[in-house]
Structure formats: C-alpha cells, structure tokens
C-alpha cells in the first residue's frame, strides 16, 4: 500500500514536467510541417520586409531626385510677366525749358508730370546661365549627400543583420539547451526515484531525498526557463523578418547551424570599406570640404545671357485695348556679375567649414581605432571561452559518467545519497556554466565580424 501511494505521490510531483514534455513535442511535431528558415534567409527576409528599412530606402532615391533637379540650372528659364498699374499721383518733374525755347530765359523752368494714370506691361524674358560655379559645386554636394544617404541606409542594414544573428543564433543555443535540460530532468528523476525507495525502506534521511528533490526541481525549471526563452525568441525573430502573425511559435531554424558553421578569423583588421559608420564619417568629411568649395564659389563672378519681349500701354483711363497706346519694349544682353561687398564674414564661414571637416576626420579615425580593438579583443575572448568549453565539455562527460557510477553504488548501499546529491547539484552548475560560455562565444564572434566588416557573410 505504501509502495502505492509514493508512486501516485511521485506521478502527481512530475505531472508538471510530463505536460511541458508533450509540449515541446507538439512545437518539434509542428515545425517538422514548415520549411527551415535559414539565418541567411531570415536576414534577407527582415532587409525586404522591415517597413523602416523600407523607409530608408527612400532617402537615397530622394536625394537622387534632388539632385537632378540641380541640373535643370542650367538650361534656359523662362517666365511670363504681367503687371496692370493704376497710379493716382503722377511723378512731377523740373524742366529747364529755357534750353529747349529761346523765347525764355536761360534759366527757366516748369513742373511737368509724367506718365498716365493707366499703364500695364506684358512680356517674356528669357535667362540663360553661360558661367556660374557654384551650380556645379551644389550638384558635387548633392551626389555626395546621395552616397551618405546610401551609407545611412547601409549602417541601419548592418545593425540589423547583427541582431538578427543575435537572435537566430540564441533559438539554436536554446533549442540545445532544452535537449540538455531534458536529459539533466531525467537523470535527476533517475536519481530521485533512487532515493525515494531508500527512503521508504528506512535507509535514508528525509533531509538527502529533500536534497535530490531540489536538485530534481532546478532541473524541471531550467527545463521550462528554456522552453520560455525559446518562445520569446522566436517571437522576436518573426517581428524581424517582418512576419504579421508574431503570435506562432513554431517557426523551424537550421538546429545544426551552430554545430556546421566554420569560423574564419583570419582578418586582422577592419575593412573600412565595408562598415558604413566608417563610410559615413569619410564622407560627411569630404562633404565639408565640398562645402567650403561652394562657398568660394558664391563669390566668384557669374557670366548669364538675359533678354525680353514685350510692350507696354499708358492710358488716362481703363481702356486696356485703346488704340495706339501700346508700345513695344525688347532687349537682349550679357549680364556680367562680380561680388564686390559680401555682407558676411567669407573667411569666418569657411574656417567653419574646415573645423567641421577636420572633426569628421578624426572622429573616423577614432572610431577605426575602436573597431581595430573590438575585433582584437573579441579574437582574444573568443580563443579564451572556446578552451573553457573544451574543458566543461570533456568534465560534463566525466561527470555524467560519474553520476552513473554513484547511482548504480547507491542502490548497492556502497556509497552515501549525499554525495549523488552534490554530484547531481555540480553537474547542474556545470551545465549553466557550459551553456553560458556557448553563447557568450557566439556573441564574441558576432562582434568580431562586425568589428571587422564581415556581417555580409551570415547573409551567404
């Protein structure tokens, strides 16, 4: 009767762990039904279907809008002007009539008004710029803003791909993990049903079978801490690729990535060709340099071709079509124009300019500087966690080995429960300490790959 009732006591403890069991098997029945979704392919998919990623695209095409209207500069304007004038005090000048008539004294004079007190003017003027630098220096402006656009857009690609790296990778550990919780759960059940028939027969203290539940219980939780995060992951993954329905968590990724993936850590240094932060400072550098070319431009003489056609009436009255009151008015000429005063500071303005451009520059070089020992730092942890986990692999599996022999001396009677107790507990922290140096080296190599350029690689 005894024996009974601790079996049903034992079956209802562990209910708990058997339920989380068969859902882990439903979420591994229901992926095996979906495609494996590659960490390329997952990053390819969150560049193409990330809304603000698809946002920044359209900088680059805006800015190229910009700047062929630039080139519109320099073709031919041409406008239309029209102007109906009404003038209710007429402008009075002096005549020296006395030059015009000699029947006046030479120095007479008499007030005259001119004009009427209607006028309009309608014609066309034409325009055309023959010399003008600075038009040239804006559109060297403009393409450079399309290329630190590009690099914008380039930084934010890059940023993304390492947290989607981040991401895939953390559902591989995870899935592992849950594989390695699972059979830490059963070993400790193992060891606990071990303990608890000593217990009932009299052989053993309740505080050794309490030690072996505990040990028994962190391995459940783990378990279940596991299974969490691997949700939680997954669920993140799909709000980056752009995926609608986060709520599904049976998303399939390549489990054996971690196990197949080769390293190549031959790099040495940066490629500041491919980190865009890098890219963006050399070009924000060059556009203050630009700049400072356009602004020299601003007062350099300018060289266009102007001309107009058209006529103007004055009348004394509203009569817009009276006859022979339109005259006809045309002109066309080179209109030269060289600055003289600014009314500014010039050489304040470019001393700007070129502080601007310096600090760019060693901003650039700063930032380099930091990436050169990111990537050597991250090659240094990474060669230093990867001993460590040689060592917790080959101690986890003496452990594991010496587990089964305290087990199979324990139901013997040849060795104390206390001491499977402290095996089991040790092994435990081991495990957390394996699975913790695992991803901690992942994280290390996702570092250097983009400290040092390399991101496109996870995209092959």
Not at 6 to 12: A, R
Not at 41 to 60: E, F, V
Not at 132 to 151: G, P, T, V
Not at 275 to 304: D, F, R
């Amino acid at each position: 009767m005894n024996r009974k009732l601790s079996f049903k006591k034992m079956l209802s403890e562990n209910l708990r762990w058997c339920i989380s069991v068969v859902f882990v098997l439903v979420i591994a029945v229901a992926a095996k039904a979906q495609k494996t979704l590659t960490l390329s392919q997952a990053i390819n998919n969150a560049i193409l279907n990330r809304k603000n990623m698809q946002a920044g695209k359209s900088d680059p095409i805006i800015r190229k809008l910009q700047t062929e209207a630039l080139y519109r500069k320099y073709l031919t304007q041409v406008s239309a002007d029209y102007n109906y004038i009404y003038n209710p005090l007429l402008q009075t000048s002096i005549l020296p009539i006395g030059i015009f008539n000699p029947s006046y004294p030479p120095g007479a004079t008499k007030s005259i008004q001119f004009g009427t007190k209607w006028s309009q003017t309608a014609g066309v003027t034409l325009s055309q710029p023959l010399i003008d630098l600075s038009i040239s220096r804006q559109i060297n402006e403009a393409k450079l803003q399309e290329r630190i656009a590009a690099a914008t857009q380039a930084q934010t690609e890059y940023e993304l791909i390492y947290t989607v790296a981040q991401v895939y990778i953390d559902i591989n550990l995870q899935e592992t993990k849950i594989k390695s919780a699972i059979a830490d759960t059963n070993r400790t059940w193992v060891s606990y049903q071990l303990l608890q028939n000593r217990f009932e027969q009299k052989r053993l203290l309740k505080s050794d079978l309490n030690k072996s539940k505990i040990n028994h219980n962190n391995a459940i939780q783990q378990y279940e801490n596991a299974v969490s995060l691997l949700i939680e992951d997954k669920v993140y993954l799909l709000f980056l690729i752009g995926e609608n329905s986060i709520d599904r968590t049976d998303i399939k990724v390549d489990t054996g990535f971690i196990e197949t993936k080769k390293f190549n850590i031959a790099v040495k240094q940066p490629l500041s060709i491919s980190i865009p932060e890098l890219q963006q400072l050399e070009l924000q550098g060059k556009m203050a340099e630009t700049q400072i070319k356009t602004e020299k431009a601003n007062y350099l003489p300018t060289l266009s071709l102007k001309g107009y056609l058209g006529a103007n009436q004055y009348t004394n009255k509203l009569d817009p079509t009276a006859a022979n009151t339109w005259y006809g008015l045309s002109y066309i000429g080179i209109y030269l124009k060289y600055p003289l005063l600014y009314g500014e500071n010039k050489k304040n303005k470019i001393q700007q300019l070129q502080l601007q451009s310096l600090q760019y520059y060693q901003k650039k070089e700063d930032k380099y500087g930091q990436y050169y020992k990111d990537a050597l730092t991250a090659r240094i942890k990474m060669e230093r966690v990867l001993a460590e986990l040689k060592t917790q692999e080959e101690n986890i599996i003496l452990s594991i080995e010496s587990i089964a022999i305290f087990q199979e001396r324990v139901s013997e009677g040849q060795e104390s429960a206390s001491h499977l107790n402290i095996e089991e507990a040790d092994l435990q922290k081991l495990d957390a300490d394996y699975q913790s140096n695992k991803k901690q080296y992942w994280l290390y190599y996702l570092d250097y790959l983009k400290a040092t350029g390399n991101l496109e690689l996870l995209r092959n």
